[in-house]
């Protein structure tokens, strides 16, 4: 959910002029939000462990030897449906790889060097994105 819709939700519950059935409406509609924001981080959660647990049994089955270490990975990734098709998904995926490592570094200079106080006259950007979604009146 975004700035603006917490905002917006404030600004609602604020109003002298909403009804108690208006309240109860925007209670279920946030309850259930938050049911699904939960489900998703727990899918998310489950998803992130079973690849890090993958290559951690990689790096152990490398350091021990075993004969195709990348199995615990390969297997993790064919059942999510990520492995490379052919030869120019793996160049692709190469590619975003070594981009990500280049911006990654890009952002971490940019956080150790000191950043220049910037004070704004006037009126104030908003910087809200997202779904829009909009309360009974």
Do not use: K, N, W
Not at 89 to 113: G, M
Request: glycine share 4%; aromatic share 2%.
């Amino acid at each position: 959910m975004t700035r603006s819709e917490f905002d917006d939700i404030r600004a609602f519950l604020a109003d002298p002029a909403t009804h108690a059935g208006d309240l109860l409406r925007v209670a279920r509609t946030l309850t259930d939000d938050l049911e699904h924001a939960r489900i998703r981080e727990a899918v998310l959660r489950t998803h992130y462990l079973r690849l890090l647990t993958a290559a951690r049994a990689t790096v152990a089955a490398d350091m021990a030897g075993a004969a195709d270490p990348l199995a615990f990975v390969t297997h993790e990734l064919a059942e999510r449906g990520q492995l490379p098709e052919d030869a120019e998904a793996v160049q692709r995926i190469l590619s975003d790889a070594r981009t990500a490592e280049a911006l990654h570094a890009c952002l971490q200079e940019e956080q150790q060097q000191p950043q220049p106080v910037v004070r704004m006259r006037g009126m104030r950007l908003r910087r809200c994105v997202g779904a829009h979604r909009t309360l009974p009146r």
